[in-house]
């Protein structure tokens, strides 16, 4: 009688492209429309940088417009403005980071303690809700709360027999106020990743710590916390990407056109957009987008370096 041979299925890496892209043809697919998403608004107007080296004009289009190397990028250096600019996107930005990831793990934390599950529901909603404001309702609130005439403050002042305050006429009190405005309206959507991370903790863990005597805080301390140590590297590694990349719509909004204000509350965005605005200029709002794409891409790629050094499991790649 023949021996009977046994088929060693193939190693992964001893496979051709297509034959791993149909062995995994069930996750492609469900891959597929974040495929489709970035091809359609990252990858394809990649070409479009273009701009920010052309004299661009609407007869010649992109490609035909004069090639006028880095004069838009001058632009930015000789103004003046672009250290101030990125001191205060980068400022801002890092503030909301570090509040607005602090604060989510804070609520995310609050609402698995809680054993209500109506109220656990109720809270989440409320939370959640001011995520979905539009930012010019935002800037309406923020104004009818510290107009100088009929501002809510203000009422509140003189009825106490106080003088009136100008916040529109003092810039050093925005950033806070800013602050404050952006973790009211973010707070409730940051947290539901990391409440969902808790979520997917082992209760058997968390059983076995309560038989062992183990209080709130220290289950929090020793289990909870480590446990979303992952998520919080990610979220801050993804965040900085951005950190060059202002709120545009927070910032209008609230602030406006207010020059007096322009020196803690003006960032990249803003101040380009009313340079495009006035001067029609929309190779310079290429060139700066660009700069800050470079900028937030270097952030990323040493933040990633440094986490892959000190912890090579919490790094993306």
């Given at each position: 009688m023949?021996?009977?041979?046994?088929?060693?299925?193939?190693?992964k890496?001893?496979?051709t492209?297509f034959?791993k892209v149909?062995?995994?043809?069930?996750?492609?697919?469900?891959?597929?429309?974040?495929?489709?998403?970035?091809?359609?608004?990252s990858?394809?107007?990649?070409?479009?940088?273009?701009?920010?080296?052309?004299?661009?004009n609407?007869?010649?289009?992109?490609?035909?417009s004069?090639f006028?190397?880095?004069?838009?990028?001058?632009?930015?250096?000789t103004?003046?403005?672009l250290?101030s600019?990125?001191?205060?996107?980068?400022?801002y930005?890092l503030?909301?980071?570090l509040?607005?990831?602090f604060?989510?793990?804070f609520?995310?934390?609050?609402?698995?303690?809680?054993r209500?599950?109506?109220f656990k529901?109720?809270?989440?909603t409320?939370?959640?809700?001011?995520?979905?404001?539009s930012?010019?309702?935002?800037g309406?609130?923020v104004f009818?709360?510290?107009n100088?005439?009929?501002?809510?403050?203000?009422?509140?002042?003189t009825?106490?027999?106080?003088?009136?305050?100008?916040?529109?006429?003092?810039?050093?009190?925005?950033?806070?106020?800013?602050?404050?405005?952006y973790?009211?309206?973010?707070?409730?959507?940051?947290s539901?990743?990391y409440?969902?991370?808790?979520m997917?903790?082992?209760?058997?863990?968390?059983?076995?710590?309560?038989?062992d005597?183990?209080?709130g805080f220290?289950?929090?301390?020793?289990?909870?916390?480590?446990?979303?140590?992952?998520?919080?590297?990610?979220l801050?590694?993804?965040?900085?990407?951005?950190?060059v990349?202002?709120?545009?719509?927070l910032?209008y909004?609230?602030?406006?056109?207010?020059?007096?204000?322009?020196?803690?509350t003006?960032i990249?965005?803003t101040?380009?957009?009313?340079?495009?605005?006035?001067?029609?200029?929309?190779?310079?709002?290429?060139?700066?987008?660009?700069?800050?794409?470079?900028?937030?891409?270097?952030?990323?790629m040493a933040?990633n370096?440094?986490?892959?050094?000190?912890?090579?499991?919490?790094s993306?790649?």
């Amino acid at each position: 009688m023949g021996k009977a041979t046994v088929q060693v299925p193939k190693r992964k890496s001893d496979l051709t492209f297509f034959q791993k892209v149909k062995r995994s043809r069930v996750l492609l697919l469900m891959c597929l429309p974040a495929i489709l998403f970035f091809i359609a608004f990252s990858y394809a107007p990649m070409p479009g940088i273009w701009v920010a080296f052309v004299r661009y004009n609407y007869r010649d289009g992109i490609f035909g417009s004069k090639f006028i190397g880095l004069d838009n990028f001058e632009f930015l250096a000789t103004s003046g403005k672009l250290l101030s600019l990125t001191k205060n996107t980068i400022l801002y930005n890092l503030a909301f980071i570090l509040f607005g990831n602090f604060l989510a793990v804070f609520v995310a934390i609050l609402l698995n303690e809680m054993r209500s599950k109506w109220f656990k529901k109720v809270s989440q909603t409320i939370m959640f809700l001011p995520y979905f404001i539009s930012q010019v309702l935002v800037g309406i609130l923020v104004f009818n709360l510290l107009n100088y005439d009929t501002g809510f403050v203000n009422g509140i002042l003189t009825s106490m027999g106080m003088e009136r305050w100008q916040p529109y006429s003092d810039a050093s009190v925005w950033p806070p106020i800013m602050i404050l405005v952006y973790l009211w309206q973010q707070t409730g959507y940051n947290s539901v990743v990391y409440f969902a991370a808790i979520m997917g903790i082992d209760g058997e863990m968390m059983e076995a710590a309560k038989v062992d005597g183990a209080n709130g805080f220290q289950r929090i301390r020793y289990i909870i916390l480590p446990s979303l140590k992952p998520t919080i590297v990610i979220l801050l590694l993804f965040a900085l990407g951005g950190i060059v990349k202002g709120n545009f719509g927070l910032f209008y909004n609230i602030v406006g056109t207010n020059p007096m204000l322009y020196s803690t509350t003006d960032i990249i965005e803003t101040y380009v957009y009313r340079a495009t605005v006035a001067e029609f200029n929309f190779s310079t709002a290429s060139a700066v987008g660009l700069y800050q794409s470079v900028i937030g891409f270097i952030i990323v790629m040493a933040v990633n370096y440094i986490v892959k050094k000190i912890e090579p499991d919490y790094s993306l790649f």
